[in-house]
C-alpha cells in the first residue's frame, strides 16, 4: 500500500509499466465533471469506475482483495474517505469464493490499521492489500483507476 500526494506520482511510475497512462489520465481528465459508472482507458489494461457514494461505518466495510489489477483511489470531491487495511495473508475468514469475473473477493476479518485519504492525494493498492474502502461520514466522489498486472 502507498499513500502519497499526486504531485509525487513519478516516485511510482517504474512499479508498473501502465502507471505512468494512469496517472496521466487522472492529472488531465476532468474528474468532477465525468459521469459515474466505468470509463475505459487503454480497454481492460486500464479503466476507471467513478463513483459517487455515500461512506459507510467501519463495521459495514468489508475488506476485499484483488488478484489482476491494482488500484489507484482518489478522493475527488469530500473531505476525506478512511480506508482499512490488512496484509492479504493474514485474512482468515473469507465472505465467499473469489469472483474471478469481477476480480474480488471479500472478508471479515477486521482491517490492521486505518488510514485517510484526502484530496489531492492517492492511495495504490496491489494485490497483497487487502483494503475497505468508503469508511467515514458523508457523500463523496472517488475515483478507482483498475491497471492490469
Not at 487495511?85 to 490499521?113: C, H
Not at 484530496?119 to 474502502?133: I, V
Request: charged share 30%; aromatic share 10%.
Amino acid at each position: 500500500m502507498i499513500l502519497d500526494s499526486l504531485e509525487n506520482r513519478a516516485r511510482y511510475l517504474a512499479l508498473h509499466p501502465r502507471l505512468e497512462r494512469a496517472f496521466d489520465y487522472l492529472l488531465t481528465a476532468d474528474l468532477d465533471a465525468l459521469p459515474a459508472g466505468r470509463h475505459a482507458i487503454d480497454g481492460d489494461d486500464i479503466f476507471i469506475n467513478v463513483m459517487d457514494i455515500d461512506l459507510k461505518r467501519p463495521a459495514d466495510a468489508k475488506l476485499e482483495i484483488h488478484d489482476r489489477y491494482l488500484d489507484i483511489q482518489v478522493l475527488v470531491r469530500g473531505e476525506r474517505e478512511s480506508f482499512g487495511w490488512s496484509r492479504r495473508d493474514r485474512l482468515t475468514q473469507p465472505l465467499g469464493e473469489f469472483d474471478v469475473q469481477k476480480d474480488i473477493r471479500f472478508f471479515d476479518d477486521a482491517p490492521q490499521t486505518y488510514y485517510e485519504v484526502t484530496p489531492g492525494q492517492f492511495t495504490l493498492l496491489f494485490p497483497e492489500d487487502a483494503h475497505a474502502p468508503m469508511v467515514g461520514e458523508g457523500a463523496i466522489r472517488k475515483v478507482i483507476v483498475k491497471v492490469r498486472l
